[in-house]
Structures are given as structure tokens and as C-alpha cells.
T-cell receptor, first 119, second 109 residues
Framework: DGGITQSPKYLFRKEGQNVTLSCEQN?????MYWYRQDPGQGLRLIYY???????QKGDIAEGYSVSREKKESFPLTVTSAQKNPTAFYLCASRRKGLAGDWGPTDTQYFGPGTRLTVL | EDQVTQSPEALRLQEGESSSLNCSYTVSGLRGLFWYRQDPGKGPEFLFT???AGEEKEKERLKATLTKKESFLHITAPKPEDSATYLCAVSSGNTPLVFGKGTRLSVIA
């Protein structure tokens, strides 16, 4: 069954703790993305990676870190430096990365999300 | 800078009352415009991709159209199960998609 999985579905964090959100895809996609969603603010891009061992900051990268050691995995760490981490986190992937001409099959797909709550 | 504006922010319809959602965009070289549906607490679900002005795509009660400056998502005779947030996004190549803030649709029986 092809798709994007995120775990856990719900995560609770105490203040001062780092937590890691998992994202795995078996679609053989090159590009992967992390978004944060807050009520009334739409999707905000945290980090993205278009190729293994490389990633770029998005619009709200402060307080977050990522790694891309394998094509199918793109974990997100929410560090204690993130002042207001309570939010819904979405992972996404897309077939093409840096190379190639983007076209009709380059749809971006999303995982089911992780809801993070700071206690 | 690519920009996407969706309107209205929220829309309340009676069951069977057709309407349209708007997605206005500015982009340097459109490579694709995407519509997604998002239910509360879930990830966005892909609906349509449009590539060139004049293109139309249909799926059940939904029809998406595209002009050089905007896209419409027409909902014909909606049902309560069509209630969701509808997101629009544009692509100008291998840079990340730019998303609008969405339209929250409520269909009342």
C-alpha cells in the first residue's frame, strides 16, 4: 500500500523537551516537506528536502531541525527553542526534486498529520 | 514572489445550493495549480491539477476551472459530506508549492 505515514498521531511534550516526528514514504519521491498548520493561518513551510543529504529552510524554520539520510525518511525534531510548538504538523512528498522538468505527474501528497501539544 | 489568495474564507450553503470557491494567484510561470480537500484533523487530500488557461477537471459534484489569473472550484448540488476546507496551491517549478489559506465550506442539511 503506497503512501506517506506519520507517527505518532498525537504527541505530548513537556516544556524544555525535544521531540521527533516521524515521516516515511514508499512512493519513491525525491522531495519531502514539513508544514505546520495553526487555525486560521493555513499551511506554513518549515523545512524541505529535494535530495538525500540536503535540505533547505522554509518560512518558519527557527526552533526546528531535520535530517534526510534516506530517500524515504524525513524526520522533524521540534526543539526546546521553538516557543510555541503546539500545532498540527503535516509531512508531504513530491516525485521530482532538483532534477527534471516538473509536469503533470508532479502532484504533492500529504501524510495524515501529527498533532503536537505542549503540556 | 508567488502569491495565492482564496475567497471567501468561509462559506455556508444549504444542501443542494450550488456555489463557487475562488483562488486568485500571481506566479512567475505557472507549472500547475492544485486543489486539495482537508477534513478536520486529517492531511489534505489531492483533488485536481490544472495546467493551462481554459482547462477544466471534474469529479462527482466538483468542477475546477482555470484562467490566467484565477481558478474556481464549482460545487454543484452540494451534500453535507462535502463540508471541508478546500485548499489551492500553485507551482512555478521545483520550488515548494505556495498555498492559499483555504476556504472552509459548511453544507447544511
Amino acid at each position: 500500500d503506497g503512501g506517506i505515514t506519520q507517527s505518532p498521531k498525537y504527541l505530548f511534550r513537556k516544556e524544555g523537551q525535544n521531540v521527533t516526528l516521524s515521516c516515511e514514504q514508499n512512493l519513491n519521491h525525491d522531495a519531502m516537506y514539513w508544514y505546520r498548520q495553526d487555525p486560521g493561518q493555513g499551511l506554513r513551510l518549515i523545512y524541505y528536502s529535494q535530495i538525500v543529504n540536503d535540505f533547505q529552510k522554509g518560512d518558519i524554520a527557527e526552533g526546528y531541525s531535520v535530517s534526510r539520510e534516506k530517500k524515504e525518511s524525513f524526520p522533524l525534531t521540534v526543539t526546546s527553542a521553538q516557543k510555541n510548538p503546539t500545532a498540527f504538523y503535516l509531512c508531504a512528498s513530491r516525485r521530482k526534486g532538483l532534477a527534471g522538468d516538473w509536469g503533470p505527474t508532479d502532484t504533492q501528497y500529504f501524510g495524515p498529520g501529527t498533532r503536537l501539544t505542549v503540556l | 514572489e508567488d502569491q495565492v489568495t482564496q475567497s471567501p474564507e468561509a462559506l455556508r450553503l444549504q444542501e443542494g445550493e450550488s456555489s463557487s470557491l475562488n483562488c486568485s494567484y500571481t506566479v512567475s510561470g505557472l507549472r500547475g495549480l492544485f486543489w486539495y480537500r482537508q477534513d478536520p484533523g486529517k492531511g489534505p487530500e489531492f483533488l485536481f491539477t490544472l495546467y493551462s488557461a481554459g482547462e477544466e477537471k471534474e469529479k462527482e459534484r466538483l468542477k475546477a476551472t482555470l484562467t490566467k489569473k484565477e481558478s474556481f472550484l464549482h460545487i454543484t448540488a452540494p451534500k453535507p459530506e462535502d463540508s471541508a476546507t478546500y485548499l489551492c496551491a500553485v507551482s512555478s517549478g521545483n520550488t515548494p508549492l505556495v498555498f492559499g489559506k483555504g476556504t472552509r465550506l459548511s453544507v447544511i442539511a
